[in-house]
C-alpha cells in the first residue's frame, strides 16, 4: 500500500514553474543591462570569464534538488506489512453531489470544497467505523468501496471534482439507491447514508429511495449545501473564471440549496438535516447520528506498519545541492577552448 503522509506539501511544487519563468526573466534582465552599456559582443568580451552555461547547470541542479526536497517532505510511504484487524464499528457511505451547481460559491471555496473538507475532518474522527463514498450527478457510482482505510480513502476525496461525471443533473435517488446496495446483504442496523448535496433534485424519487433504504435497517442523513437565497455558477476555462453560467434565454442560472426536500429525506430516512454554514457543517451532530447505530464486530485487512521512504529523496537532493556549490561562474579554459557549449571565447 502506497500514501504519501503529508500530501498538503505536494503543493509547493507549483513553486517551480514560477522559479523557471522568474530565471528566464533575469537572463532577459541580464542580457538587456548589458546592451545598455553598448555593443553586446563587446561588452561580453569585458567579462570573458562569465559561464552562462555553468549558470544554467546550477540553476537546474538547485532546481533539481528543490523539487526532491518537497518530495521528501511530503514523505512516501509503502505499507510493510499486512494484517487482519478485529473492528467494532458501524458502516457508513457518504453520498458526494458533483453536479454543477455545486461550484457556486455561496460556501468557501465553493460548495463541493467545503464539503470536501468537512469529510476529510469526519474521517479523522471516526474509529473502528467503515466508510465508503458515492458520487452522483445525473447518474451514481461508487467511488471509494467500503473500507477502514481511511488514508485510502482521503487519497480517493482528493480525486473528486465536478467534471468526474459527464452527465449533468442530481439524482440524489439514485445516489441512495447504489449506497443502499453497495452496504451488501448484512443485516442489522448498523449502517447510514450521509447525502451531502444541495438539493436541486431533478431526476428520480429521492423520498421512494430513501423508503427503500430504511427497509432495510439503512438510516439516511442530509447536509444541505448552499444558501435558500442562491448563487450563480461560475463557469472555468484553464482554471481562469470566464463568467457565470446561463440559460437558453441567456439569463444568469442560479442554483439554490433545496431544504425541504433533503429535511423530508432526512425525517423519512429517520436520520438528521444539517444545513451547512462556513463556520459549521453539521460534523458534530453527523457524529452523533453515527454513534447511535449499532456497532458489529468484523475482521479487515489493513497495513499496520508504513516505511518512511523520504531518504531517497533526501539524499540525492543534497548530493545535487554539494555538487551546485562546486560549480563556479567562471569559464573553464579547456571547455572555452573546445567551445563544448556554444560559448564565445
Given at each position: 500500500?502506497?500514501?504519501?503522509?503529508?500530501?498538503?506539501?505536494?503543493?509547493?511544487?507549483?513553486?517551480?514553474?514560477?522559479?523557471?519563468?522568474?530565471?528566464?526573466?533575469?537572463?532577459?534582465?541580464?542580457?538587456?543591462?548589458?546592451?545598455?552599456?553598448?555593443?553586446?559582443?563587446?561588452?561580453?568580451?569585458?567579462?570573458?570569464?562569465?559561464?552562462?552555461?555553468?549558470?544554467?547547470?546550477?540553476?537546474?541542479?538547485?532546481?533539481?534538488?528543490?523539487?526532491?526536497?518537497?518530495?521528501?517532505?511530503?514523505?512516501?510511504?509503502?505499507?510493510?506489512?499486512?494484517?487482519?484487524?478485529?473492528?467494532?464499528?458501524?458502516?457508513?457511505?457518504?453520498?458526494?453531489?458533483?453536479?454543477?451547481?455545486?461550484?457556486?460559491?455561496?460556501?468557501?471555496?465553493?460548495?463541493?470544497?467545503?464539503?470536501?473538507?468537512?469529510?476529510?475532518?469526519l474521517l479523522d474522527k471516526l474509529e473502528g467505523d467503515r466508510i465508503?463514498?458515492?458520487?452522483?450527478?445525473?447518474?451514481?457510482?461508487?467511488?471509494?468501496?467500503?473500507?477502514?482505510?481511511?488514508?485510502?480513502?482521503?487519497?480517493?476525496?482528493?480525486?473528486?471534482?465536478?467534471?468526474?461525471?459527464?452527465?449533468?443533473?442530481?439524482?440524489?435517488?439514485?445516489?441512495?439507491?447504489?449506497?443502499?446496495?453497495?452496504?451488501?446483504?448484512?443485516?442489522?442496523?448498523?449502517?447510514?447514508?450521509?447525502?451531502?448535496?444541495?438539493g436541486e433534485n431533478f431526476e428520480d424519487d429521492a423520498i421512494k429511495?430513501?423508503?427503500?433504504?430504511?427497509?432495510?435497517?439503512?438510516?439516511?442523513?442530509?447536509?444541505?449545501?448552499?444558501?435558500?437565497?442562491?448563487?450563480?455558477?461560475?463557469?472555468?476555462?484553464?482554471?481562469?473564471?470566464?463568467?457565470?453560467?446561463?440559460?437558453?434565454?441567456?439569463?444568469?442560472?442560479?442554483?439554490?440549496?433545496?431544504?425541504?426536500?433533503?429535511?423530508?429525506?432526512?425525517?423519512?430516512?429517520?436520520?438528521?438535516?444539517?444545513?451547512?454554514?462556513?463556520?459549521?457543517?453539521?460534523?458534530?451532530?453527523?457524529?452523533?447520528?453515527?454513534?447511535?447505530?449499532?456497532?458489529?464486530?468484523?475482521?479487515?485487512?489493513?497495513?499496520?506498519?508504513?516505511?518512511?521512504?523520504?531518504?531517497?529523496?533526501?539524499?540525492?537532493?543534497?548530493?545535487?545541492?554539494?555538487?551546485?556549490?562546486?560549480?563556479?561562474?567562471?569559464?573553464?579554459?579547456?571547455?572555452?577552448?573546445?567551445?563544448?557549449?556554444?560559448?564565445?571565447?
Open positions: 500500500m502506497f500514501r504519501l503522509e503529508n500530501i498538503r506539501y505536494l503543493y509547493a511544487l507549483t513553486a517551480i514553474p514560477v522559479l523557471i519563468l522568474l530565471f528566464i526573466w533575469m537572463k532577459q534582465w541580464r542580457k538587456k543591462a548589458i546592451r545598455s552599456l553598448g555593443d553586446f559582443e563587446t561588452v561580453s568580451q569585458l567579462i570573458p570569464d562569465v559561464s552562462t552555461s555553468k549558470m544554467n547547470i546550477k540553476f537546474i541542479l538547485l532546481l533539481l534538488a528543490l523539487t526532491l526536497v518537497i518530495v521528501g517532505i511530503v514523505d512516501p510511504q509503502i505499507g510493510s506489512k499486512l494484517q487482519e484487524a478485529k473492528r467494532n464499528g458501524a458502516d457508513v457511505i457518504i453520498a458526494l453531489d458533483v453536479s454543477n451547481s455545486m461550484k457556486a460559491e455561496d460556501l468557501s471555496p465553493n460548495r463541493l470544497g467545503r464539503a470536501k473538507q468537512a469529510i476529510s475532518k465508503g463514498i458515492v458520487v452522483f450527478a445525473g447518474e451514481a457510482f461508487v467511488q471509494l468501496p467500503i473500507t477502514t482505510d481511511y488514508a485510502a480513502a482521503k487519497l480517493f476525496l482528493e480525486t473528486i471534482d465536478t467534471d468526474i461525471i459527464p452527465i449533468q443533473g442530481t439524482a440524489i435517488g439514485t445516489a441512495i439507491r447504489l449506497s443502499t446496495e453497495s452496504f451488501g446483504h448484512d443485516v442489522g442496523k448498523n449502517k447510514s447514508i450521509i447525502v451531502i448535496t444541495d429511495a430513501t423508503q427503500e433504504a430504511v427497509e432495510k435497517g439503512i438510516s439516511v442523513n442530509t447536509i444541505g449545501m448552499g444558501s435558500s437565497s442562491g448563487s450563480p455558477i461560475p463557469l472555468y476555462k484553464n482554471g481562469m473564471p470566464v463568467g457565470y453560467k446561463k440559460d437558453k434565454d441567456g439569463n444568469t442560472v442560479v442554483t439554490k440549496l433545496n431544504e425541504e426536500m433533503l429535511q423530508q429525506i432526512s425525517s423519512v430516512g429517520n436520520g438528521a438535516y444539517i444545513h451547512a454554514s462556513n463556520s459549521e457543517i453539521g460534523l458534530t451532530t453527523i457524529l452523533d447520528e453515527i454513534n447511535k447505530l449499532e456497532k458489529k464486530n468484523f475482521e479487515s485487512k489493513m497495513y499496520s506498519d508504513y516505511d518512511d521512504k523520504y531518504y531517497f529523496f533526501l539524499f540525492p537532493a543534497l548530493l545535487l545541492m554539494l555538487a551546485e556549490l562546486f560549480i563556479n561562474d567562471r569559464k573553464s579554459k579547456w571547455i572555452a577552448q573546445l567551445n563544448l557549449f556554444g560559448e564565445k571565447k
